[in-house]
T-cell receptor, first 110, second 115 residues
Framework: EDQVTQSPEALRLQEGESSSLNCSYTVSGLRGLFWYRQDPGKGPEFLFTLYSAGEEKEKERLKATLTKKESFLHITAPKPEDSATYLCAVQADGNNRLAFGKGNQVVVIP | DAGITQSPRHKVTETGTPVTLRCHQTENHRYMYWYRQDPGHGLRLIHYSYGVKDTDKGEVSDGYSVSRSKTEDFLLTLESATSSQTSVYFC??????????????FGQGTRLTVV
């Protein structure tokens, strides 16, 4: 069974204080790892897809990296508008389903 | 934004009644999914579809059924609603690009309360 564990569950940051979110995964064969952002009362919004170890993707203050066992979402100099829950999901070989972690809730304080 | 519409957006229903949630897409994507999201559990897959009339179960499918008679519509039915099915339900769609999976796009969700 595919497993995805995200840590920390919740994180409070001062504006400008950089940090990283962790997503550890166990799958039979990774086809893709996805990061989403979710704001309260809304559906998840796609951020990045990573396919193989060593791959990196960037978007504004966010940078996602991937190893064979985990992914990190680095938030550089966060702003209050980066406050959200960040979700990690994996898709394994042989299926078209996503298995999600429980999320990292991030609050950025002005 | 991906063209995904969920209806209704909010619903309160009584225990034991059947409920149908609708997901409509305008993207012509092959794959459609129903998830539920609950505090402490994250997003869990209920059922998914890989084509018209082609569906399969997810990890929490008991008490739910689905149908897909057209590419654009995916219906989720709670056959006899229970309080444990109070949740936020999300529909998602995706397509495949060759051998690589592509991202799933999510609807805005349906908040269902069973009283």
């Amino acid at each position: 069974e595919d497993q995805v564990t995200q840590s920390p569950e919740a994180l409070r940051l001062q504006e400008g204080e950089s940090s990283s979110l962790n997503c550890s995964y166990t799958v039979s064969g990774l086809r893709g790892l996805f990061w989403y952002r979710q704001d309260p009362g809304k559906g998840p919004e796609f951020l990045f897809t990573l396919y193989s170890a060593g791959e990196e993707k960037e978007k504004e203050r966010l940078k996602a990296t991937l190893t064979k066992k985990e992914s990190f979402l680095h938030i550089t100099a966060p702003k209050p508008e980066d406050s959200a829950t960040y979700l990690c999901a994996v898709q394994a070989d042989g299926n078209n389903r996503l298995a999600f972690g429980k999320g990292n809730q991030v609050v950025v304080i002005p | 934004d991906a063209g995904i519409t969920q209806s209704p957006r909010h619903k309160v229903t009584e225990t034991g009644t059947p409920v149908t949630l609708r997901c409509h897409q305008t993207e012509n994507h092959r794959y459609m999914y129903w998830y539920r999201q609950d505090p402490g559990h994250g997003l869990r897959l209920i059922h998914y579809s890989y084509g018209v009339k082609d569906t399969d179960k997810g990890e929490v499918s008991d008490g739910y059924s689905v149908s897909r008679s057209k590419t654009e519509d995916f219906l989720l039915t709670l056959e006899s609603a229970t309080s444990s099915q109070t949740s936020v339900y999300f529909c998602a769609i995706s397509e495949r690009a060759g051998d690589r999976p592509t991202e799933a796009f999510f609807g805005q969700g349906t908040r269902l309360t069973v009283v």
